[in-house]
């Protein structure tokens, strides 16, 4: 049985937030690590559906430096206040 869309986003969500500093995540890396983790259970299609999710809420955003990564929205120093 496949895993919901939304759980899929939160332990994509995970990674890329304790990865956030020390490695920047492909897309394609995160399909790989929950297809690792959840077997059977996920899909590409599923992964990029968690994918979507993530980067239509403003949970995570996309960067681009010589490729494609998700990482967390960075804050400005203003916005600290």
């Known amino acids: 049985m496949a895993k919901p869309v939304d759980e899929i986003a939160e332990a994509m969500f995970k990674l890329v937030s304790d990865a956030q ?3 920047k995540l ?3 890396d995160l399909v ?3 297809i690792q983790i959840y077997g059977d ?3 590409k299609k599923l ?3 968690a994918i ?3 980067v239509n809420s403003g949970k995570c955003v996309y960067t681009y ?3 494609s ?4 929205p960075h804050r400005e120093g203003a916005a600290n206040d």
């Open 41 to 43: 259970e996920v899909d």
């Open 65 to 67: 430096f010589g490729g």
């Open 21 to 23: 500093g020390l490695k």
């Open 69 to 72: 990564f998700l990482e967390l």
């Open 52 to 54: 979507k999710e993530l």
């Open 47 to 49: 992964c990029k559906a």
């Open 26 to 28: 492909k897309p394609g």
């Open 32 to 34: 790989k690590s929950m």
